[in-house]
């Protein structure tokens, strides 16, 4: 298993470069299923698509995509450890290459085939919003309506209501990039879901 990457340098990631690409490539003979898995020191900075996968045969080729986050842009330096294994049998589901991975985990010495260690640097930058959210101003009644529904299920208990990592990322940008208005939104949700709630208590006794 191979690795590739421009200049097999530091990467360097900030607001104006918030991504780069790996590349990594099966080159087992004969050839081999092999399993890889990209760990870092940092996952609230960046994030690593996909971060476990397999190459089936010699010569099949994956990119890894490098993203920094939309809300962060501090100063850091992050390292990634990509390693390669050996795959015991093939799968292309979720939780059987999570299976996979475990039992080739487990068999250390004879499924390593890669382990090699990546260093990212973070540049801080004063623009770092400017392209996440448009300004206030610039809101529409529909992005606004949808910036609101999000903070309601954001405001909920509820397991089904939980948000994704997108969503996440989406209210911090928004809470950063629209300071002022912030605490207004919040209230209005807050609002929206009691009169929500008092709708529903009302359609339940009436049934």
């Given at each position: 298993?191979?690795?590739?990457?421009?200049?097999?340098?530091?990467?360097?990631?900030s607001a104006e470069c918030r991504?780069?690409?790996?590349?990594?490539?099966?080159?087992?003979?004969?050839?081999?299923?092999?399993l890889f898995k990209v760990q870092c020191t940092a996952p609230r900075k960046l994030r690593v698509r996909p971060a476990l996968g397999v190459l089936a045969a010699s010569g099949d080729v994956v990119s890894l995509h490098v993203q920094l986050n939309p809300q962060e842009c501090?100063?850091?330096?992050c390292k990634l450890l990509i390693v390669g294994r050996y795959a015991l049998?093939?799968?292309?589901?979720?939780?059987?290459?999570?299976?996979?991975w475990t039992v080739a985990e487990a068999n250390?010495?004879?499924?390593?085939?890669?382990?090699?260690?990546v260093c990212v640097n973070i540049s801080a930058n004063d623009n770092k919003y400017v392209t996440l959210l448009p300004t206030t101003s610039q809101l529409t009644t529909t992005?606004?309506?949808?910036?609101?529904?999000?903070?309601?299920?954001?405001?909920?208990?509820?397991?089904?209501?939980?948000?994704?990592?997108?969503?996440?990322?989406?209210?911090?940008a928004a809470r950063v990039l629209h300071a002022s208005a912030w605490p207004r939104w919040e209230e209005y949700a807050v609002r929206m879901r009691k009169l929500l709630r008092e709708r529903n208590k009302r359609k339940m006794q009436a049934t």
């Open positions: 298993m191979e690795l590739e990457y421009a200049g097999r340098a530091p990467l360097e990631l991504q780069h690409a790996l590349v990594l490539r099966n080159v087992t003979q004969p050839s081999v299923a092999t501090t100063p850091a330096t049998s093939t799968a292309t589901e979720a939780d059987q290459l999570k299976s996979l250390d010495a004879e499924t390593l085939v890669l382990s090699e260690t992005q606004l309506s949808e910036l609101v529904l999000l903070l309601m299920k954001s405001q909920s208990r509820r397991k089904e209501n939980k948000l994704t990592t997108d969503e996440h990322e989406q209210l911090e």
